[in-house]
């Protein structure tokens, strides 16, 4: 089983729609990201969270919010999709206690909308 | 502001060809740079870290070099296999406490038979 699982994998939605992406993993990691890919900019951090009491906003936090249920989980929504939301969304963790937070990567959702 | 900066954005070469990837940085003040492989439709696959006290790493056919006082990482691909096709792609993380990754765009390699 994948470390680290996103759900959906695809999504296609209208504008003005929320949208929830969800992430979980059993690496048992503390840290937790939310990045998207967009073809020639590519990976950019929307928010990031330390533990469960901890939420910060990253490069492109705009228009974005997120939910950390628990340490394994780390949700992403947009709360009214408007078509530049359109790209590729990956979750990612890492462990502060391994001493080098190397960064591990979910398989993606690709969203668009319309 | 850090910039991180991939050339070739791609590159072809025949199967056994041993490559280099580049990575530029602007900020030489950098915690660690990490190595990742993307292939289509799929997620980031760590390929190697380098810590910023390190000056590489290998794994098997893959070296990664760091040079902070020149704000350049290479990925070095030796042999070559048409396995190896792939999106490269460096990214730069600016401090031990924020653990925030700067990308660069990556480099789309092909390698053929």
């Known amino acids: 089983d994948a470390d680290v699982t996103q759900t959906p994998r695809n999504r296609i939605t209208k504008t003005g729609k929320r949208i929830m992406l969800e992430c979980s993993q059993t690496?048992?990691?503390?840290?937790m990201y939310w990045y998207r890919q967009d073809p020639g900019l590519g990976l950019r951090l929307i928010y990031y969270?330390?533990?469960?009491?901890?939420?910060n906003k990253g490069e492109i936090s705009d228009g974005y919010s997120v939910s950390r249920q628990a340490q394994a989980k780390f949700s992403l929504s947009l709360e009214s999709a408007i078509p530049n939301q359109t790209a590729l969304y990956f979750c990612?963790?890492?462990?502060?206690?391994?001493?080098?937070?190397?960064?591990?990567f979910g398989p993606g959702t690709r969203l668009t909308v319309l | 502001k850090q910039e991180v900066t991939q050339i070739p954005a791609a590159l072809s070469v025949p199967e056994g060809e041993n490559l280099v990837l580049n990575c530029s940085f602007t900020?030489?003040?950098?915690?660690?740079l990490q190595w990742f492989r993307q292939d289509p439709g799929k997620g980031l696959t760590s390929l190697l870290l380098?810590?910023?006290?390190?000056r590489e790493q290998t794994s098997g056919r893959l070296n990664a070099s760091l040079d902070k006082s020149s704000g350049r990482s290479t990925l070095y691909i030796a042999a070559s296999q048409p396995g190896d096709s792939a999106t490269y792609l460096c990214?730069?993380?600016?401090?031990?406490?924020?653990?925030?990754?700067?990308f660069g765009t990556g480099t789309r390699l092909q390698v053929f038979p």
């Open positions: 990612a963790t890492s462990d502060l206690r391994a001493g080098v937070p190397e960064q591990f």
């Open positions: 690496k048992g990691h503390d840290r």
């Open positions: 969270s330390f533990d469960v009491k901890d939420i």
């Open positions: 900020d030489s003040a950098i915690y660690n």
């Open positions: 380098i810590q910023s006290s390190q």
């Open positions: 990214a730069a993380s600016l401090s031990y406490n924020t653990d925030k990754l700067i």
